[in-house]
């Protein structure tokens, strides 16, 4: 008898311990389950949230083709579930749009920059303003698209002995008119970003005193402040990480440099009160830098960010601009100054803008005349330069030339709208511009992250 009792307990405890692995077995597999339910879930809601940020973006563009507002602020629902939260502003010469996607838990944040898309003259290799002077080709300028140009026309020429060598002064059409022959400049989209920029609120800030040294050791303590002031000046060299500015404002009342292999990126604000020097291998992208003195890039620096200046700007070496590169040169410089040199060995891409208060294009013997755009010999630019002053040209560009006027000297002699050894090529249509272009022909999306 207890020998069958003995039997009968160990059978119960055995079913008892099978049950209890069955059990755990089972509540393993509800959970793995559940936990892989959620993850398809959430999977299925950050897709929906990516499309709607999407959604937001397409939405503001149409917003401001039919009311041109630069400070929209929006939202936007499919169901209680999903919907968009929009925000745009000026950025530079174009402007930021932020759109927060959400749909049920889940949110995703995209930003882009919006730009203009180009008017027909944009179509043109060059458009050339400022008075009734004739273009005047010497040496082996070629043009390759359709000129637009003063009642005056086209000619060919001689300077320091070289005459025009082309075949054919424009390959294509010489379209003339009295006036009206830039395309239109807003530049209050660059004075509205630069007056809403002290009122950016921060979530956090500090001050240092010292010349600083941003390198890979202290940018993660740096990067926990979102508003900081470099009151002696500020160095960026890092090798090993990114430097992401989205988000971040650096005032830097002293020199700024950016060397090594620095990567510097993001929709951020660096204000500078001295001199910029960019040189190195280092890349920056997306960034606003605004100058109020002398800017050099050299090296192997490749800049597709914005730079808005008050002096002057050279690339040279082998630094490019590239991409979105922009730079913008307004206000008044120092007389017989170059406000843009470019004289790289590097092909160049972006926007070259220079809107200079005191250019007189109707003075020509006025010593403001030195106040141009230089693109050197054996330079290559492609993309759009506007100028409101003199250009002097004997590169290679590829896009469209919109100046004032041209610009060449042998003493003592002033040259006025002469190309010498030039190369302008109006090249693929521009797909987008600067936004500050927008004028009538409306705005599109750029890109983003």
Not at 75 to 84: A, I, N, Q, R
Not at 365 to 390: A, C, E, L, Q, W
Request: negative net charge.
């Amino acid at each position: 008898m207890n020998k069958l009792r003995s039997k009968n307990g160990s059978v119960l405890l055995l079913v008892m311990v099978a049950l209890l692995l069955i059990t755990t077995l089972y509540s393993a597999v509800v959970l793995y389950g559940s936990y892989h339910r959620r993850l398809a879930l959430q999977d299925v809601m950050d897709t929906q949230a990516f499309y709607m940020a999407e959604s937001g973006i397409e939405a503001a563009v149409a917003k401001l083709n039919q009311e041109s507002n630069y400070g929209l602020a929006f939202s936007g629902e499919v169901d209680s579930l999903k919907g968009y939260e929009v925000n745009v502003r000026p950025f530079g010469a174009y402007l930021l749009c932020e759109s927060k996607g959400k749909a049920g838990t889940r949110d995703k944040t995209l930003r882009c920059l919006i730009g203009a898309v180009p008017e027909d003259k944009f179509d043109n290799a060059i458009n050339l303003g400022g008075q009734d002077y004739p273009l005047t080709l010497a040496g082996r300028t070629t043009i390759i698209g359709d000129v637009l140009v003063s009642p005056s026309g086209v000619l060919p020429g001689r300077f320091k002995g070289k005459r025009f060598g082309g075949k054919k002064l424009v390959f294509g059409e010489i379209k003339k008119s009295p006036n009206n022959r830039l395309p239109p400049f807003d530049d209050s989209i660059i004075e509205q970003f630069q007056s809403e920029i002290d009122r950016i609120a921060f979530s956090s800030s500090r001050e240092i005193d010292k010349t600083f040294i941003l390198d890979d050791a202290n940018w993660p303590e740096i990067q926990k402040d979102s508003l900081i002031e470099f009151n002696s000046g500020l160095i960026i060299s890092i090798n090993e990480k990114s430097l992401n500015m989205t988000g971040r404002h650096f005032k830097v009342n002293g020199n700024l440099v950016i060397n090594e292999i620095s990567r510097v990126y993001g929709y951020g604000i660096v204000e500078v009160e001295g001199e910029v020097q960019i040189e190195g291998n280092c890349y920056l992208k997306d960034l606003i830098i605004l100058v109020d003195n002398d800017v050099e890039i050299k090296g192997d620096a490749v800049y597709a960010a914005q730079l808005i200046a008050k002096s002057k700007v050279e690339i040279t070496e082998n630094a490019t601009l590239s991409g979105n590169g922009v730079v913008v040169c307004l206000g008044e410089i120092a007389d017989d100054e170059r406000c843009v040199y470019l004289s790289g060995l590097k092909p160049c891409q972006g926007s070259i803008l220079c809107d200079l208060e005191n250019i007189n294009a109707n003075k020509p013997g006025h010593r403001n005349i030195m106040k141009t755009v230089d693109i050197s010999p054996g330079s290559s630019f492609s993309g759009v330069i506007f100028n409101t002053g003199y250009s002097k040209v004997s590169g290679n560009i590829s896009g469209n030339l919109s100046t004032g006027s041209f610009y060449m000297y042998d003493s003592p002699t002033v040259f006025i709208n002469w190309l010498v050894d030039a190369a302008v090529e109006s090249g693929d249509r521009l797909e987008t511009i600067p936004a500050v272009f927008a004028g009538g022909t409306g705005y599109a999306k750029i890109g983003g992250l």
